[in-house]
């Protein structure tokens, strides 16, 4: 192992030697959160949380996302040296995972349809302003990667959600459109149909899958 990649390991695990930062990487195990969150989340004041939040962002262990709905939030996630550093959490096992979007015509579609390769708990997907169809690349992001949406279609989210699933909103929109009484967790992907470039489909599903296959991971009776 190099000096460089011995001094990166050491700063990321010096930045987690404080309490409250291994709190709020705790808190982003599963979900984005806003940094105002996080900070009444842990009670802590506005001034102490952004300091915390910048040392782990210089320790390259969280990374912040601009909202693509509303532009004055922006939101905290784990990266991948986080997660590879953190072992996974543990969730209870849910009656039904829904994966949320706007539209759901591409992220919450390959989230469903990936999700059904990895865990045995059922899974639906639906959106909050639903497209006609399933977006022409997110059908041939997922063809590349062994996954056939050709028979997929947008569902409305109001009309499939039973309140009774673990919801997870795969974008901004979506979250910040949800009913307040749904409990939901925060993915923030970035919507690849903005572009409409196949590669921002390709790394929309590389977020998804990635995380999708931790979340599977996490829950109590995952099949190993």
């Known amino acids: 192992m190099s000096t460089t990649e011995l001094e990166t390991r050491a700063r990321a695990h010096a930045a987690l030697g404080d309490p409250h930062r291994l709190a709020i990487v705790d808190l982003l195990a599963f979900e984005d959160l806003a940094s105002g969150e996080l900070s009444a989340r842990l009670e802590l004041p506005t001034n102490l949380a952004a300091h915390h939040l ?11 996302l601009r909202s693509e709905g509303d532009g004055r939030r922006t939101y905290v996630t784990r990266t991948a040296a986080c997660n590879r550093l953190l072992g996974p959490a543990i969730l209870p096992r849910p009656s039904r ?13 390959l989230a469903e349809y990936y999700w059904r390769t990895v865990s045995e708990v059922p899974v639906v997907s639906a959106g909050t302003h639903p497209a006609a169809r399933v977006h022409p690349n997110a059908v041939a992001v997922a063809r590349r990667h ?17 309140g009774d699933e673990l919801v997870i909103a795969v974008c901004d929109r979506a979250f910040e459109d949800i009913d307040t009484d749904t409990e939901a967790f925060h993915w923030s992907v970035p919507d690849p149909a903005l572009t409409e470039h196949p590669e921002a489909f390709e790394t929309a599903f590389a977020d998804i899958t990635a995380r999708v296959t931790r979340l599977a991971a996490s829950i109590e009776g995952a099949r190993p």
Do not use: Y
């Not at 910048?54 to 912040?64: C, D, F, N, P, T």
């Not at 995972?97 to 579609?109: E, G, L, P, Y």
């Not at 062994?146 to 409305?156: E, V």
């Open 54 to 64: 910048r040392v782990l962002e210089q320790a390259g262990l969280i990374a912040r």
């Open 97 to 109: 995972v829904a994966f949320v979007c706007s539209a759901n015509s591409a992220r919450s579609q």
């Open 146 to 162: 062994g996954l056939d949406l050709r028979s997929a279609a947008p569902k409305l989210a109001a009309e499939t959600l039973t």
